[in-house]
């Protein structure tokens, strides 16, 4: 069954703006981690974020924690084609480590 | 390491018919998934393995389905007999641990006519 929930489900940018994704979950976690997906392909492990962590940064994107909202967003800056895929979030929960992922938000850029 | 390895990446069965996926882990990772991705259902978890023992089978859809994992370079996903609901892209991936980042390969697309 599925945790966490994307919003948007879709997202259409243009090339060098900025594309936030948010994800809600509704059990306590461990971590929380984000994916990509592209057509295609497998599931990319791009950023994990503890559950005492309240913002991380690898390379253009950025993930917020928040545990008192049980929300999370990714922020990908200056955006490019290459950036067009499937993006989810995935949450460890704390009770007995179960990964479980949300249904993704589809982002597509735009040259 | 080339990464965790599917095959086939494409099957087209007929319903009735016995359907093997298989999957190669990146070596050292010692937990294994099986994981099932339809529009419908998203990701769902079938299956996993730690150090070549079956964990959690709560996913596996009903008794057409097994999984075993004979060594720790090697795992088979089975359904026996295919139906078209089967249909939908199933996915390997493998880890370290059940908490860090998984290595997802690249899917094998099961289509049952």
């Known amino acids: 069954s599925q945790q966490g929930e994307e919003d948007p489900q879709a997202l259409s940018i243009q090339e060098g703006e900025n594309a936030t994704m948010n994800c809600s979950y509704k059990?306590?976690?461990?971590?929380l981690q984000w994916y990509r997906q592209n057509s295609g392909r497998g599931l990319v492990h791009l950023i994990l974020i503890r559950s005492n962590e309240r913002e991380k940064h690898s390379g253009r994107l950025r993930v917020t924690l928040d545990t008192s909202k049980k929300s999370s967003s990714l922020l990908i800056t200056a955006s490019r084609a290459a950036d067009t895929a499937s993006y989810f979030c995935?949450?460890?929960?704390?009770?007995?480590?179960?990964?479980?992922f949300g249904a993704g938000t589809r982002l597509t850029v735009k040259p | 390491d080339a990464g965790v390895i599917q095959s086939p990446r494409h099957e087209v069965t007929e319903m009735g018919q016995e359907v093997t996926l298989r999957c190669k882990p990146i070596?050292?990772?010692?937990?294994l998934f099986w994981y099932r991705q339809t529009m419908m259902r998203g990701l769902e978890l079938l299956i996993y393995f730690n150090n070549n023992v079956p964990i959690d089978d709560s996913g596996m859809p009903e008794d057409r389905f097994s999984a075993k994992m004979p060594n720790a370079s090697f795992s088979t996903l089975k359904i026996q007999p295919s139906e078209p609901r089967d249909s939908a892209v199933y996915f390997c991936?493998?880890?370290?641990?059940?908490?860090?980042?998984?290595?997802f390969g690249s899917g094998t697309r099961l289509t049952v006519v």
């Open positions: 070596s050292g990772h010692d937990y």
């Open positions: 995935a949450t460890v929960l704390y009770n007995n480590n179960d990964m479980r």
């Open positions: 059990t306590s976690i461990n971590n």
């Open positions: 991936a493998s880890s370290f641990n059940r908490v860090n980042g998984y290595t």
